[in-house]
Nanobody, 126 residues
Framework: QVQLVESGGGLVQPGGSLRLSCAAS????????MGWFRQAPGKEREFVAS???????AYADSVKGRFTGSRDNAKTTVYLQMNSLKPEDTASYYC????????????????????WGQGTQVTVSS
């Protein structure tokens, strides 16, 4: 089992940047593929980024070229660097973990993931 705690959210102007962090408990972090999702009020939770066990990534089309996911297994932490933020990026952002034996599998479905953090709010507004 793993516990996830997100941080780094806040209020930022359009065009600005934020870096979200997700700290995972436990010594088996490298057994998990990680994902970032977001949910705006009144909308479904949607995929943002996936980071597989070997650090490979995939992104939603809406954030491709602006967001970068990464992981540091030594710190048991996954990151989401968000640049060129837009008002439509405003949402609660959630980190998720899926235990897997695959180093390269990418998971983009919310129901693929086993564990979730509590979320961190990102607001993009002038």
């Amino acid at each position: 089992q793993v516990q996830l705690v997100e941080s780094g959210g806040g209020l930022v102007q359009p065009g600005g940047s934020l870096r979200l962090s997700c700290a995972a408990s436990g010594r088996t972090f490298n057994r998990y593929a990680m994902g970032w999702f977001r949910q705006a009020p009144g909308k479904e939770r949607e995929f943002v980024a996936s980071i597989n066990r070997s650090g490979g990534t995939a992104y939603a089309d809406s954030v491709k070229g602006r967001f970068t996911g990464s992981r540091d297994n030594a710190k048991t932490t996954v990151y989401l660097q968000m640049n060129s933020l837009k008002p439509e990026d405003t949402a609660s952002y959630y980190c998720a973990a899926k235990q897997t034996v695959s180093d390269t599998a990418i998971y983009t479905g919310r129901y693929d993931y086993d564990y979730w953090g509590q979320g961190t709010q990102v607001t993009v507004s002038s």
